[in-house]
């Protein structure tokens, strides 16, 4: 995803890669012990570590502090425990947690998310708290180290007989509901867990601050920190009271379910086994060393005898899974599914430095990560079932910019042998990175309740930004975002933010601009790339794509493949989002609560498209 948060990324040479890397690939090994100097270290455990267990709690850093909930359950044949771990602040509800080492009372493990890896490293305390340190590290910036303790609890939403409120909080243009589960008596406490589907929150534990009485205190943190007050009324029948965000009070009132039915996510379109296809794990080394890890599914029938197409899926901006998962969404999932069952063969991978694929994903840019889409491709030309010639690209968001770049590569070499033979382009970006973002920026707000003045100071000091980093000048970059830091901190209301704060906040706003993927995101122009292009292609948008606006976006495209002088279909679908999901405003906080994955009518265009154009003989 083309997010307007400015993520580092970015890539050293636009040539197809070889076996010699143009940049340092680093594959992580992470450290078997905490650092010497860290909490960790200073605690001695007080017994081995418990599996099955839930902690939550709050991590102080930066200008705020970080919610963080683990749920850690023991995995099956002596292998370390699963840890799933949820950060809101950083994109994360129950992701599972990666590098898990637990060896009695220590229990390490690493979360990477939207461009961060967080290496946790921590032991029990001798009050039963999970206790250490967490070091974050992102590309272009220093790593940075802080230490948490995180109090052992129950998640309310799992225990039995738990009591359950429903309600709706007010909010401009609509409301918002959410339910709240409380077990007022376990062995560590009174605890809560609430449910925000419009968030993709599901079982989010509630810190409970105190409970006197009928009337409880809670304290949330998705997105910015709320404060929950609310009393029991009408002998415990309702909860009334107020929600606290951002300076603003509104009123909250809650009934009590006769039992609780998890208002959980529904996603209809996640297909469920048995598949009537061949599912295969499978595993590829990139020319420079990291090995990609990914899923390979193929028609019933297929054979070295009756070959078939195939594509190669590419995700959107950030570290990514092999699903793309977003917001309990797995858009790859669906579209590899639908593909498959249609005839063609589906390789979907994790990004490097994510999930099973090594190698560094901080180090990556945008021309390093077409060149793990490059291998994904070459990967599936030796497939005995894949008909090489029919080899095709589909990528999403910032992976539409790969995919033209990995065809253009394959038709300049000397003898191209089985070049990409089409590309399916979802939520393409057509104008370089910096015109991306502004107008991204612009339409967010618009969608947003930012108040006009802040929305313009915001705008104005991003403008600034960009212009001083295309132009490489430190000085107005810090200048720039400074005050950028300080308009989105009014729209947040952040009262007690210190200037210290807005120091280190513009410091890491300057190395994320200044890194090697946003400076090359920033100036590479995707339209000169597609222009070249020598493969017949589809272009599919939504119309209300907040974050590649299609009004900015399609008249370049259309001119470059007018260029290229190609098969081409650009279609724009009506009331869709950036995910191709049928939306209202196309924001992004309704991306996890819309049920439907990817529209019915996108996904049959992709899929009409892909059959027709590969020559499949017969779709089912």
Same mark, same amino acid.
Request: proline content about 9%; hydrophobic content about 50%.
């Given at each position: 995803m083309l997010l307007a948060v400015l993520v580092p990324s970015a890539r050293a040479q636009e040539s197809r890669p070889t076996a010699s890397?143009?940049? %340092?690939?680093?594959a992580e090994t992470p450290p078997a012990s905490p650092p010497s100097d860290g909490v960790a270290a200073e605690v001695a455990p007080a017994t081995d570590f418990p599996v099955p267990s839930r902690f939550a709690g709050e991590v102080a850093g930066g200008p705020g502090s970080i919610f963080v909930a683990l749920r850690i359950d023991p995995s099956s044949d002596g292998a370390p425990p699963r840890v799933e771990v949820t950060m809101p602040q950083a994109g994360a509800l129950r992701q599972v947690a990666e590098g898990i080492s637990l060896d009695g009372g220590r229990l390490s493990f690493t979360l990477v998310s939207m461009g961060v890896r967080g290496r946790f490293v921590g032991l029990l305390d001798g009050e039963g708290r999970y206790a250490g340190d967490l070091t974050l590290s992102a590309a272009g910036q220093k790593d940075i180290t802080v230490a948490f303790a995180l109090p052992r609890t129950e998640i309310a939403a799992e225990l039995p007989g738990v009591v359950a409120y429903r309600g709706s909080l007010p909010v401009p243009g609509g409301s918002l509901e959410m339910t709240i589960a409380l077990a007022a008596e376990t062995p560590f406490g009174a605890v809560a867990s609430l449910d925000v589907p419009a968030q993709g929150a599901e079982a989010l534990p509630l810190l409970v601050e105190s409970r006197e009485g009928g !009337?409880? @205190?809670? @304290?949330?943190?998705?997105? @910015? %920190? #709320? !404060?929950?007050?609310? #009393?029991?009324v009408e002998e415990g029948t309702r909860l009334e009271g107020t929600f606290s965000q951002a300076g603003f009070e509104l009123p909250l009132s809650m009934r009590r379910l006769g039992s609780y039915d998890r208002a959980g996510l529904r996603r209809p379109q996640h297909p469920e086994p048995p598949f009537p296809y061949v599912v295969r794990e499978v595993e590829f080394v990139h020319p420079q060393g990291h090995r990609l890890a990914g899923t390979l599914t193929l028609p019933a029938g297929a054979s070295a005898e009756k070959r078939v197409p195939a594509v190669a899926l590419a995700t959107g901006s950030g570290p990514q899974d092999r699903d793309e998962t977003i917001f309990g969404h797995k858009p790859f999932l669906v579209l590899a599914d639908a593909l498959t069952r249609a005839g063609v063969a589906v390789l979907r991978y994790d990004d490097r430095g994510v999930g099973g694929s090594s190698g560094s994903f901080e180090l990556a840019t945008s021309w390093d990560l077409a060149s793990d889409l490059d291998a994904a491709s070459e990967f599936l030309k030796e497939v005995p079932e894949v008909d090489p010639a029919r080899v095709g690209l589909v990528?999403?968001?910032?992976? #539409?910019?790969? #995919? %033209?770049?990995?065809? @253009?590569?394959? !038709?300049?070499?000397?003898v191209p042998q089985n070049p990409i033979a089409f590309v399916v382009l979802l939520a393409p970006p057509g104008v370089p990175g910096h015109a991306v973002l502004r107008v991204q920026m612009r339409r967010l707000l618009e969608a947003s309740t930012t108040p006009e003045d802040l929305r313009q100071a915001i705008l104005e000091a991003q403008a600034r930004l960009l212009d001083a980093s295309l132009a490489k000048d430190e000085a107005a970059m810090r200048e720039a975002a400074r005050d950028l830091v300080t308009a989105q901190a009014s729209v947040a209301g952040a009262g007690a933010v210190t200037d210290e704060m807005i120091l280190q906040s513009a410091d890491a706003t300057v190395a994320q601009m200044s890194s090697r993927w946003m400076q090359v995101f920033l100036e590479v122009d995707p339209a000169a790339i597609l222009a070249s292009i020598k493969a017949p292609v589809l272009v599919v948008i939504g119309s209300l794509d907040l974050q590649v606006d299609p009004g900015q976006n399609l008249p370049p495209i259309q001119a470059a493949l007018r260029q290229a002088g190609v098969p081409s279909q650009v279609q724009v679908l009506d009331g869709l989002n950036h995910l191709l999901q049928p939306a209202t405003k196309g924001s992004i906080d309704e991306y996890g609560a819309i049920e439907v994955t990817i529209d019915p009518k996108a996904l049959g265009l992709i899929v009409d498209w892909v059959v027709r154009t590969s020559g499949v003989a017969a779709a089912p």
């Open positions: 890397p143009a940049a %340092p690939l680093v !009337t409880w @205190r809670f @304290r949330m943190l998705i997105g @910015r %920190p #709320a !404060t929950i007050v609310l #009393a029991e990528g999403h968001s910032e992976g #539409a910019l790969l #995919a %033209p770049i990995v065809a @253009r590569w394959q !038709t300049e070499e000397e």
